[in-house]
């Protein structure tokens, strides 16, 4: 027999649970992002055994390819897509049980099936249990359960991305998603009282300062077009002006961040890891607006960290998510 912790998803540490040796209980994960699907069958442990991307726009994603692509990984991980314990589907949008993800403006929407809760409809495509969550909030609940946040109290999860920035936020143990799905969404924090509307409906949202924005204002000092994937590796490379940019983008989210460290009194604000060794000017930049505007006492108690799961946090938080709400002591495989 074998044993692996439980996640995390109540207050303190739950027990450890036992499973019959042999071949582990498969847990299938469904990781959504703008640009791509990424398919991947794990363990209970957070151990990968197959895994596959499939680029599709956030728009055009159906259910049915989804279950496709995850009956395909799982058989490449010797399981049938009914052996698996459960599939969470990770997205990058709020997203409240029941309900589904709030409906966009002309030209921000997601797949219209998410915008009614599409679990039922997973399920059905897959045979199995589905769940659903917010990817920024499943990505602090990888590194709570699996990576920096382990052992500790509370933590704020900053997801970074190119299209825009997100939060997960644990407090005492628990996955904070606010009653309608929207907590940790600090893209749609107003920090300008003039500025344009947004597709959330509020104005001077802080998704305009980061973002697509951040790479017009960069891409005309240099000739090679601009990614943000791009704009980490120059960073890493020791480019001075992205360094400085990313610093910049620190010092943007970390505004709101220190806000929320006198509102929360966090331990820890655990950073992206994809965003690599260039991360360390992002997490300079929010340290420093912290310092300086978040109450002293609140100030003191936090540390700002890169995350350890680099970028499968969201995937390990999809395992801990199962972990919490599946009782898999109780399926043998």
């Known amino acids: 027999m074998h044993t692996d ?39 209970p442990g957070g151990r990968v055994l197959a895994e596959h991307a ?48 709030p409906a966009r403006r002309d030209g921000f929407g997601f797949a219209p099936w998410l915008q ?18 917010n990817d920024a909030n499943l990505g602090a609940l990888g590194e709570y359960v699996f990576g920096a946040g382990r052992d500790r109290h509370s933590l704020i999860y900053v997801k970074l991305a190119e299209h825009s920035v997100g939060a997960g936020l644990v407090i005492n143990g628990w996955l904070h998603r606010g009653v309608t799905g929207f ?5 749609h924090l107003q920090i ?34 601009l990614t943000y994937p791009r704009m980490l590796a120059m960073a890493a490379d020791g480019d001075t002006g992205m360094a400085r940019l990313l610093h910049d983008l620190g010092r943007s989210v970390g505004r709101p961040l220190a806000d929320a460290c006198t509102m929360l009194n966090p331990e820890v604000i655990v950073v992206d890891g994809a965003a690599g060794t260039a991360g360390r000017h992002i997490i300079a930049g929010i340290a420093e607006m912290i310092d300086r505007f978040a109450a002293p006492p609140a100030a003191a108690a936090v540390t700002v960290v890169p995350g350890e ?25």
């Not at 726009?57 to 279950?67: F, G, H, P, Y």
């Not at 599409?118 to 199995?128: C, E, N, Q, S, V």
């Not at 344009?196 to 090679?224: F, S, V």
């Open 54 to 101: 499939h680029v599709v726009d956030k728009n055009e994603l159906r259910i049915d390819t989804a279950a496709e692509l995850l009956g395909t990984v799982a058989g490449q991980a010797g399981y049938h897509t009914t052996d698996l314990a459960c599939v969470v589907l990770g997205v990058p949008a709020p997203y409240q049980r029941g309900v589904g993800a």
């Open 309 to 333: 799961a680099q970028t499968d946090a969201d995937i390990l938080g999809a395992v801990a998510l199962a972990r919490h709400e599946i009782d898999l002591s109780e399926i043998v495989r």
């Open 192 to 225: 300008d009282d003039d500025g344009p509307l947004c597709a959330c409906g509020g104005r001077g949202c802080l998704i305009h300062r980061i973002g697509p924005g951040l790479l017009d204002a960069a891409q005309h000092a240099y000739d090679q077009p």
């Open 5 to 43: 912790a439980v996640a995390a998803g109540g207050r303190g540490r739950p027990a450890g649970f036992l499973t019959l040796a042999g071949r582990p209980t498969g847990i299938g994960v469904l990781g959504w992002s703008f640009d791509a699907l990424k398919v991947v069958i794990a363990t």
């Open 183 to 187: 907590a940790g969404e600090i893209a």
């Open 116 to 133: 009614t809760d599409p679990a039922a409809a997973l399920a059905a495509a897959t045979g199995i249990r589905a769940l659903l969550e």
